[in-house]
């Protein structure tokens, strides 16, 4: 669940999960199972008029590899939960808001194991433009932002060796930092996007152009 139109300072996170600054009352981020319809309703009530972004799930295998069930666990994680999310969101914003699903430069690309990912990844591109067209007369903004390679604290224990090959190959040289990825879902939700639907918004150094 991503924080609000009008984003303040970072949120804290504590064990039980993010609560807001101390003697700050407005917009905070809130990580749920977005699964839940529930939970989504809860947080958008906690955190005010809110954005809802789909956690991603990123299973791969060779295609001969895949069984039914991780196809369909991948789709649950990576599509229906969009969903779910988007139709919980929707209810709760009832004229004006914004929402923000988490693609991935995959879906722009493909990859060469691994197609559920990617496929699910496609499928959230189709639900965000889609819904930007159905919700938009109601003042409700729906975009995307598509990650490209992101150095996450998975990846800070990989050496060099390693992370300089695959920065090597992204036109910008370098890999993504969390903030890039946390700016652009920031701006989506901002007034300065305030004519922006529709959109899959690549943070990825080029990676997809």
Known sequence: MVGPLHTRSAP???????????????????????????????????AGPASAAARASNEGAPLGDYTPEEFDSIIDINVKSVLNGCQAASRVLEEGGVIINTSSMVSKMGQPSGVGYPMSKFAVNGIT???????????????????GVTATDMDASLPEEM???????????????PEDVANAFVFLASDMASYVTGAVLPVDGGMTV
């Open 12 to 46: 804290r996170h504590d064990a039980g999960g993010v609560t807001p600054e101390d003697g700050h009352e407005g917009p905070y981020t809130q990580r749920l199972s977005i699964c839940c319809r529930r939970g989504i309703k809860t947080a958008c009530a906690q």
């Open 129 to 147: 433009i889609s819904l930007a067209r159905e919700l938009g007369p109601r003042g409700i903004r729906v975009n995307a932002v598509a990650p």
């Open 163 to 177: 992370i300089k090959p695959i920065a090597d190959a992204i036109p910008m040289k370098r890999v993504g930092r």
